[in-house]
């Protein structure tokens, strides 16, 4: 392997010890639902909340580098320019990462001065990391741009996968520049706050993933470079158009103009659908050619990223996207159903796709089976389409009770929390949730065995050989 791949390696391993530890707060969060008093004063909800949403960030974020570092030197056959400040960069951040952690669990909060932004919380939505770990991200993607960048100058040739990863890097370097700004006029800080937070996960994202999933396509079933590289260009083009002004559903209540109801609910809707047909077309190609994946792991779930982010970030977000709905669904657990949902589909499934495919080819590319992959899939997504299907039971009742009917008043919002159906959803939620961390422990099982089970089936196999 080239060295690019073996980081990449460790970024995969990394990300998915940070999901595990997300999981394990995000149960931690759904329980303050239902035991309201559940560690009063010894561990805020807000503070389970902060940990379980920024090691979302973080998981995926660690899980589309580590993707990346191991397709690049194949698509170029050759080793990435200045991998070894990359390495570096990689123990950099893991320690980071931690060192935030301990602070956001022991420390939890401080004074509203600078110190506490430099060292406890920013105290932005997503991106509460301290401003120091912030700069750390940077500097990582910078350092990862660079690398992706170089390597393309140093090999005098650019594929159209790796024209549209450069072109993507720039905005997701650049845009989590808007992470250090203080603004003290609010509508005016979630203004751009909002460019961060959505065209980072809804737009370079959505080309970052659409890159990843045209090398996993071609090598999990020999998809055509022409066609998955027709339908990352119909991606970009998409999400110039939608990703920008598909921004304006997160500007309906924070004093924006008018206008921005018919844009926003209107675009919003159309990301998703570059990336569900490259993957339809790429396999029914396939399936013409009489093609097989022998990675049949990794192939499950890159069908479960193709309709899960149509299902998730498409359906689920039209849903609630029109402003005369968002009237009464924002910030209700309607919306949470859309993030767990959207966040799923659209990424978390391709990481795990590539994972099983980048394991597969670091053993000579040897066939991945067993009981345990399918079990792993079947609890991790019955679990998320149950916890989504719980918040949005509840959200519909918030949104028609505490909202609709109500008001939103205080005592509308107080008699809310009493109702059957709400207190019942929170109840399915959470038991949801503990389906999804036992798969997700079935998943880190088959991933750490899959190298002994490997090592046995082998010793089986020349024991046979040597008996015949």
């Not at 980081?7 to 149960?27: D, H, N, R, W």
């Not at 506490?116 to 401003?131: H, L």
């Not at 090398?215 to 022409?226: E, I, K, N, Q, Y």
């Not at 929390?417 to 389906?435: H, I, V």
């Amino acid at each position: 392997m080239y060295r690019a791949q073996r980081l990449g390696l460790k970024y995969l391993a990394a990300s998915t010890v940070i999901f595990g530890a997300m999981i394990i707060f995000g149960l931690l969060a759904s329980i303050y639902y239902v035991r309201p008093g559940f560690l009063l004063n010894t561990f805020n909800f807000s503070t389970a909340k902060i940990v379980h949403i920024n090691g979302l960030v973080i998981w995926l974020l660690m899980g589309f580098i580590g993707a990346i570092y191991w397709f690049l030197p194949q698509e170029f056959e050759r080793e990435v320019v200045g991998i070894g400040l990359a390495e570096v960069l990689f123990w950099v951040l893991c320690a980071s990462v931690a060192v935030v952690i301990a602070v956001f669990i022991f420390v939890q909060y401080g004074a509203a001065n600078e110190w506490s932004m430099w060292f406890i919380n920013q105290g932005r939505k997503y991106v509460e990391a301290p401003r120091w770990a912030a700069i750390v991200i940077s500097v990582t993607a910078g350092v990862f741009a660079y690398n992706v960048i170089a390597t393309c100058v140093a090999a005098r040739k650019a594929t159209g996968v790796v024209t549209v990863l450069i072109a993507d890097l720039v905005p997701l370097v650049v845009l989590y520049l808007d992470a250090f700004p203080e603004i003290s006029n609010m509508s005016q800080d979630l203004f751009w706050w909002w460019w961060l937070v959505h065209l980072w996960v809804e737009a370079t994202w959505e080309v970052l993933i659409g890159c990843i999933m045209a090398w996993t396509l071609m090598h999990l079933v020999g998809a055509s470079r022409r066609v998955v590289e027709s339908w990352l260009y119909v991606e970009v083009a998409l999400v110039l158009g939608t990703g920008i002004l598909g921004l304006g559903h997160h500007y309906f209540w924070i004093g924006t103009p008018r206008y921005w109801f018919a844009i926003g609910g209107f675009f919003s809707a159309l990301e998703p659908l570059p990336l569900l047909g490259m993957i339809v077309h790429a396999v029914y190609d396939a399936g013409e050619r009489h093609l097989q994946a022998a990675n049949r792991p990794a192939f499950y779930w890159t069908l479960a990223e193709a309709f899960g982010n149509f299902l998730g970030g498409g359906v689920w977000g039209f849903m609630m996207t029109l402003p005369q709905i968002n009237l009464y669904s924002h910030g209700t657990q309607w919306t949470a159903s859309h993030g767990h949902f959207a966040f799923w589909g659209a990424y978390g499934c391709g990481v795990i796709s590539v994972l099983y495919l980048a394991i597969a080819q670091s053993r000579g590319n040897q066939r991945l089976d067993g009981a345990a992959w399918k079990w792993s899939f079947a609890m991790l997504n019955v679990g998320m389409v149950g916890m989504t299907g719980a918040l949005l039971v509840a959200g519909i009742d918030q949104a028609f009770y505490e909202r609709a009917i109500g008001g939103s008043t205080w005592n509308a919002y107080l008699s809310m929390q009493g109702r059957p159906w709400f207190n019942e959803s929170m109840w399915a939620r959470l038991l949801f949730g503990l389906m999804f961390a036992c798969g997700f422990a079935v998943l880190a099982y088959d991933l750490i065995t899959i190298p002994k089970r490997q090592q046995a089936d082998a010793v089986e196999e020349a024991t046979a050989a040597a008996g015949s």
